[in-house]
């Protein structure tokens, strides 16, 4: 499977204040996909990521409070603006396995761990 | 009705016992399902990918019933370090968006 990094690992941040979270992968996929974890909760899928097009926002997703760039098949970011405590979460990217599209399985990044103030 | 539903556990089972658990989805049409382990405040790890006609790992088999739109995975001989939360996940479009369940807790107990 690919190997997935992202960047920061963790952060605290005041709000009102934004946050872009890096997601490289060791190769080039097709589908990027970022999805949020919220304390005790399931992960729910924010957007997904194709290079060279907008992203596709899931329901009740925005582009304005989580734009998102995916520059070429190996990166992507988010971006979490004028962040509330309610943003505090686990963000993570996941990409398809390169090899194995077909059967659509996602692999994940180790996510990263935002507390808003 | 949510689109995937997991009974939440948490399941306790005695070490080297069998524990079985399923996930029901709401679309007929979902095509790949699978089952992720999350340990605690870590990624989701895939565990296994459910085929039509059922697959087994090791000690997890993995069971798919189309008819009751739902699927299984059982543990057998259960270990210590199989405490964790299972993620059953079904592709919902082409795209292979993924929905998540919620998640089941299983605590293996010596």
Same mark, same amino acid.
């Given at each position: /499977?690919?190997?997935?990094?992202?960047?920061?690992?963790?952060?605290?941040?005041?709000?009102?204040?934004?946050?872009? %979270?890096?997601?490289?992968?060791?190769?080039?996929?097709?589908?990027?996909?970022?999805?949020?974890?919220?304390? &005790?909760?399931?992960? +729910?899928?924010?957007?997904?990521?194709?290079? &060279?097009?907008?992203?596709?926002?899931? /329901?009740?997703?925005? %582009?304005?409070?989580?734009?998102?760039?995916? *520059?070429?098949? +190996?990166?992507?970011?988010?971006?979490?603006?004028?962040? /509330?405590?309610?943003? /505090?979460? %686990?963000?993570?990217?996941?990409?398809?396995?390169?090899?194995? +599209?077909?059967?659509?399985?996602?692999?994940? &990044? *180790?996510?990263?761990?935002?507390?808003?103030? | 009705?949510?689109?995937?539903?997991?009974?939440?556990?948490?399941?306790?089972?005695?070490?080297?016992?069998?524990?079985?658990?399923?996930?029901? @989805? $709401?679309?007929?049409?979902?095509? $790949?399902?699978?089952? @992720?382990?999350?340990?605690?405040?870590?990624?989701?790890?895939?565990?296994? $990918?459910? @085929?039509?006609?059922?697959?087994?790992?090791?000690?997890?088999?993995?069971?798919?019933?189309?008819?009751?739109? @739902? !699927?299984?995975?059982? !543990?057998?001989? $259960?270990?210590?370090?199989?405490?964790?939360?299972?993620?059953?996940?079904? #592709?919902?479009?082409?795209?292979?968006?993924?929905?998540?369940?919620?998640?089941?807790?299983?605590? #293996?107990?010596?």
């Amino acid at each position: /499977s690919a190997v997935i990094s992202q960047k920061p690992s963790r952060d605290i941040c005041q709000r009102g204040t934004s946050l872009t %979270i890096q997601c490289q992968v060791d190769s080039q996929v097709t589908m990027m996909f970022w999805y949020r974890q919220q304390p &005790g909760q399931s992960l +729910t899928l924010i957007a997904t990521a194709n290079q &060279g097009s907008e992203a596709t926002y899931e /329901s009740g997703f925005v %582009i304005d409070k989580f734009p998102i760039s995916r *520059p070429n098949l +190996t990166f992507s970011t988010l971006t979490v603006s004028n962040m /509330s405590p309610e943003d /505090s979460s %686990i963000y993570l990217c996941s990409v398809e396995d390169p090899l194995r +599209t077909s059967y659509n399985e996602q692999f994940f &990044g *180790p996510g990263t761990r935002l507390t808003v103030l | 009705r949510k689109e995937v539903e997991q009974d939440p556990g948490p399941f306790n089972v005695p070490e080297g016992a069998t524990v079985a658990f399923n996930c029901t @989805y $709401s679309n007929s049409a979902s095509q $790949s399902f699978f089952w @992720y382990r999350q340990d605690c405040r870590k990624e989701p790890k895939l565990l296994m $990918s459910v @085929y039509s006609s059922g697959n087994e790992d090791g000690r997890f088999t993995a069971q798919l019933n189309r008819a009751s739109q @739902y !699927i299984s995975l059982l !543990i057998r001989d $259960s270990k210590l370090s199989d405490s964790a939360t299972y993620l059953c996940a079904v #592709v919902t479009d082409s795209w292979g968006k993924l929905q998540f369940g919620a998640g089941t807790q299983v605590v #293996v107990t010596p």
